[in-house]
C-alpha cells in the first residue's frame, strides 16, 4: 500500500515588488499633480490676501486722518515692496509704530507667506505718497499695481478705491 503525500501548498500573501513600484509611481504622479495646482490656489489666495490688506489700511488711515483731525501719509516702497504709515504734515512726520497688522509701523510683502506679492508700480501724481488731510480727503489720487495684473485704483477727494 502506497501512501500518497501531498504538499499543501500555501498561496503568496502580498503583493510583488513590482505591483507595489507601480502604485508608488502612480501616487507620485497624482501628488506631483495636487501640489503643481495648489500652488496656483496658494499664488492668487495670497494675492486676494495682499489686496484685502492694502485696501484695508487705506480705509483705516482715512478714517484716522478724519477721526484725529490729522494728516496720514501712506508712503509705498516699490524696491522693498513694503508701505509706511506717518502721522503729521509734510516735513513734521512720525511713523506710526503701532498701526495693526504692521511691524514698528511697516507692512512688508518681502517675506513670509505674502513673499510672492510684488507691488510694481505707484502712482500719485508723480509721488508714491497716498496722502489723507485732516478731515479725510485725498491730496492726490492715483494708483497701485500689484503682480503686473491688479490695479488699486484711489479717486481723488473721495478716496474711494476700485480694484480693476
Do not use: H
Not at 483705516?60 to 501712506?74: E, G, M, P, V
Not at 516702497?77 to 509706511?84: P, Q
Not at 479725510?136 to 473721495?158: C, E
Amino acid at each position: 500500500m502506497k501512501v500518497w503525500q501531498t504538499k499543501i501548498r500555501m498561496p503568496n500573501r502580498g503583493f510583488t515588488m513590482v505591483e507595489l513600484i507601480i502604485t508608488m509611481c502612480i501616487i507620485a504622479i497624482f501628488t506631483a499633480i495636487a501640489m503643481t495646482r495648489s500652488d496656483i490656489g496658494t499664488n492668487n489666495f495670497n494675492s486676494q490676501i495682499a489686496l484685502d490688506q492694502i485696501t484695508s489700511d487705506i480705509d483705516l488711515a482715512q478714517s484716522i486722518a478724519f477721526a484725529k483731525n490729522d494728516t496720514i501719509t501712506i508712503v509705498f516702497s516699490v524696491e522693498d515692496d513694503n508701505y509706511k504709515l506717518y502721522t503729521g504734515p509734510d516735513g513734521n512726520r512720525s511713523i506710526i509704530n503701532d498701526f495693526p497688522g504692521s511691524n514698528n509701523g511697516v507692512i512688508s510683502f518681502a517675506s513670509g507667506r505674502l513673499a510672492s506679492i510684488d507691488i510694481n508700480s505707484i502712482s500719485f501724481n508723480n509721488s508714491n505718497e497716498l496722502q489723507f488731510l485732516p478731515l479725510g480727503n485725498v491730496k492726490n489720487g492715483g494708483s497701485i499695481q500689484i503682480n503686473s495684473t491688479t490695479t488699486i485704483t484711489i479717486s481723488d477727494i473721495t478716496g474711494k478705491w476700485s480694484i480693476n
